[in-house]
């Protein structure tokens, strides 16, 4: 059985590592580029420290959740709705295939018309950065209910609800956590850009602010804390998982 | 939109240098070094208007009689443009002075050498049904369309509005970004004041109540958009200062050019300008833009009024509006008067 | 379902779509969001004006060279991870953080390497594309049922039979998964770098937005959905010859 736990041990050498390799690039690029890591981590532990950091996250992470959120809500019923009903989804695929090419940061201005310029814009460009990924994973996982599964439980009598909630449902759980996982992964990004691309607060003004006074060390700090943000996030994600479909576990050779 | 070859061989020897050898990934063929031209890679911004055309012409059309080649690459973030200077991937650039000014105050050494050209095309627009002085712009409910804080566009109404005593505490400030979805955050009542073209002020005109209430040249004497610039240390090697001085030769003698005849605007803006309608515009329209760029405004001097009293006196907008450190500039550091001084001679 | 009636539900939902749009643009108008009918009238300009085929044709080669090579990349390393703990903690934490960095702030530091011709475009494109198909991989090898394992074993496969015969087959649904959502990151990947350096594709976008009235805009943007639309199912129809035996639709019950 995989202790995950004991590969979550091996980050702190893996962080390390990396952070070795950047000092050793970064001496050869130029300071108003590449910050070194000594200088980044200063940074970052000052900021934390003084409640700067902190505080900016606070304000950053309310349009990503109600984004991320609202995406989640949309693509799990949208999503098994398409993966297990044929008409609907050869109806919708070609316009969601369509729409999912757009770069979203082409679509600021048009949502900067539709929803503004503040926290309504900001939580738009939420969901429509992490709504896609979510879907297509959650209409994996409904498609590929195995066949045999379903007819055995309709021999069973099994039907509606309760073909659902005992075989649709549990299988398609892993590929519909798989989606929350990248999906809270790209709302993180998505929290960032949205502050960068409507008006600037938290972070995002913050990162601005330090980018144009040409203070790489702090520019990269704030870039840093919002990745360890994202990866505490995707961890979590790991947890909640674990905790609810625990018969779901990865097995080595 | 016209393509210019890409930097090839400099960026890999450059990369090479910085990364200490590790292995790229290949790109597919590489431009050959020119024979007996001198050549140098350009970083540009965006797109080009009418203003623009002459002095690109002039880069791309003049340099080579004058035995330069210049590899041009346009990029969307002016901070990309100081960044790839910095970087060596690029030697000279075209940006705008403010966030140059501002990576000197932080130990960037980035040297202006002359003007791309002089004052700008750009007006200051608001909806008259809520502004109808400079005042207004204090109303809780206006906020006023920037491209991104500190820059040109907010200085540019800074300026205009503390000259009309207005307290700049109460203004709500938002980032927009370009100018076309400025225009489009004007359009749709997000904003009441912003940035545009002088050009589209007609076609705002039709959709509702806008006025221009300020105008760069007017307002300003005069207003520096756009300056030519490169690293400190590649500008103290002579070889390359012999390049400067032909780069700035070809926009001088473009600007001069662009100035007196029409018909050498016009092949400017066929060749360069970013916009769609350019090969259908009647020629009439294309005339009276030129004439108001040449002799209305006086876009393209002819003998680049590249001086420090002109920044000089831009500084304290600069400082107002927090673009810059609130520590003095040493303008003296910042240019290199000597480029634009020997093209002037050489041209006569 | 008979080709008919497929091609019937397409053009419905495609229908409902241009409605839409037609309804929102009338709305809000041309300089705003223009109607549908203004941009297929204004598409001949906007294609001779930013030259958009030749631009486009130009986008292809990083697109699909970065694609691939993201493609390749990810569903190797992404197993391996999801077979390896050791793999696994080592590479995680930096998966996990480069996968919330957004590809724009990794621009400059780029193009000090890759200079701005197409090693710059197939890096971004990459960079963009190798994440999704890494993770999405990395949760189907984790999954990869033990009898599989051991039904390997017993008939003494090596570790590339294993790879080949056992597990990617095993993986396929979530390679799919993972390389129709890199499929869409690495042609929006194509344009954000485009936009950046304001070339190809990406640069007509940037241009066209400069311009009072979206119809260009909007145009090159349904080119990029058509685009988008045409690679997909391309794509499909490469995974139904590679694997023929798997058939999304026998899963489908209705």
Partial sequence: MWKSRSSFALYPVSIVLGLLAWEAVAAFVPKGLLAPPSAVLGRLATMTADGSLPRALAGSVQHMIVGYLLAVAAAIPIGILIGRNAPVATAVEPVLNAIYAIPPVALVPFFIIWFGMYFEGRVALVFAMCFFEILINVLQGARNVDRGLVDAARSLEASGLALWRLVVIPAALPFIFTGLRVGIGRAVNAMITAELFFVAVNLGQMLKTRSNAFDTASAFAIILFISLFGLACQEGMRLIERRAIPWHRGSET | MSKHTMAQPMTRRSALRLLGGIPLAASAGFAGTAAAADSVKLINLGFALGIHCPPTYGITDECPKLGLQVEMQRFQRMRDVLQTVMGGTGEIGIAEPILLLRGRQAGTDLVIFGNFYLHTTLVVAVNTDQIKTWKDLEKPDVTVGINSQGDITQVMIIGGFLKAGGDLSKVKWADVGGSGTRLRALLSKRVQATVVHFDQVPEIQKSGNYRVILVPHKEYDPWINEIVFARGDWLKNPANRRKAVAFMKGVILASRRGTADFGYYKTAFLKHATLKDKETMPEAEMQAHWKELAHGIGVWPADNAFRPANLEKLLPYYHAAQAIEDKPVDLKAAMDLGIVAQALKELG | ?254
């Avoid at chain 3, 699909?64 to 190797?76: E, N, Q």
């Avoid at chain 3, 990617?168 to 485009?194: D, N, Q, S, T, W």
């Avoid at chain 3, 909007?218 to 694997?243: C, D, F, H, Y």
């Fill in chain 3, 1 to 254: 379902m008979s080709r008919t009636r497929a091609w019937t539900l397409r053009l419905a939902g495609i229908a409902t779509f241009l409605l839409l749009w037609e309804i929102l643009g009338r709305i809000l108008g041309e300089a705003l969001f223009a109607p549908v009918s203004a941009v297929v009238a204004g598409f001949p300009a906007t294609v001779r004006g930013y030259k958009l085929f030749a631009e486009l044709a130009g986008s292809f080669r990083q697109l699909v060279l970065g694609y691939f090579l993201g493609c390749a990349v990810g569903v190797i390393v992404g197993t391996a991870m999801g077979r390896s703990r050791l793999l696994d903690g080592l590479l995680q934490p930096w998966v996990s953080m480069m996968f919330v960095t957004s590809v724009a702030s990794l621009v400059p530091l780029f193009i000090i390497t890759f200079g701005f011709g197409l090693a710059f475009r197939v890096a971004i494109v990459f960079i963009a594309t190798v994440w999704y198909v890494l993770l999405v991989t990395y949760h189907g090898a984790r999954d990869v049922n033990p009898e599989l394992m051991q039904t390997a074993r017993s008939f003494a496969a090596s570790r590339v039979q294993t790879f080949t015969m056992v597990l990617l087959p095993a993986l396929y649904p979530y390679i799919l998964a993972g390389m129709r959502i890199g499929l869409a990151h690495a042609i929006r990947a194509m344009v954000i770098a485009e936009m950046y350096v304001i070339v190809g594709f990406g640069g007509v976008i940037y241009n066209s937005g400069v311009e009072i009235s979206t119809v260009s805009l909007l145009g090159a943007l349904a080119t990029i959905m058509v685009v988008g639309v045409v690679l997909t199912e391309a794509l499909k129809w490469l995974g139904r010859r590679t694997a023929p035996w798997y058939d999304e639709r026998q899963q489908l019950s209705n």
